[in-house]
Nanobody, 125 residues
Framework: QVQLKESGGGLVQAGGSLRLSCAASGRTFSRYFMGWFRRAPGKEREFVAAISGDGRSIYYPDSMKGRRTISRDNAKNTVYLKVNNLKPEDTAVYYC??????????????????WGQGTQVTVSS
């Protein structure tokens, strides 16, 4: 019932920034936790950020704090991920995902029911 499509990826020099967007279809967008994950070549999917349906609870792994900002605009059915001070190790396909309201395990990919196709972020040095 929820379709997601990421956009905003591209090739960026180290130290630059990007804002990724995820547009969602569906009429109950505000009910869903939204997450961002990434998968780098040869590595497992990694949790990047999550935000509650009302936008008031936000979660990042410690490694992302200070360089990532997740936000959402429920009126536009869109969630955003701002990535600052990009590093080559940020190169990955970035995915957004939607989950039913979560009280825990917001970092676990298997809790998210709907996934976009991903957008490639490549950071050059």
């Amino acid at each position: 019932q929820v379709q997601l499509k990421e956009s905003g990826g591209g090739l960026v020099q180290a130290g630059g920034s990007l804002r990724l967007s995820c547009a969602a279809s569906g009429r109950t967008f505000s009910r869903y936790f939204m997450g961002w994950f990434r998968r780098a070549p040869g590595k497992e999917r990694e949790f990047v950020a999550a935000i509650s349906g009302d936008g008031r609870s936000i979660y990042y792994p410690d490694s992302m704090k200070g360089r990532r900002t997740i936000s959402r605009d429920n009126a536009k059915n869109t969630v955003y991920l701002k990535v600052n001070n990009l590093k080559p190790e940020d190169t990955a396909v970035y995915y957004c995902a939607a989950a039913p309201p979560l009280s825990s395990d917001y970092f676990a990919a298997n809790k998210y029911e709907y996934w976009g196709q991903g957008t490639q972020v490549t950071v050059s040095s």
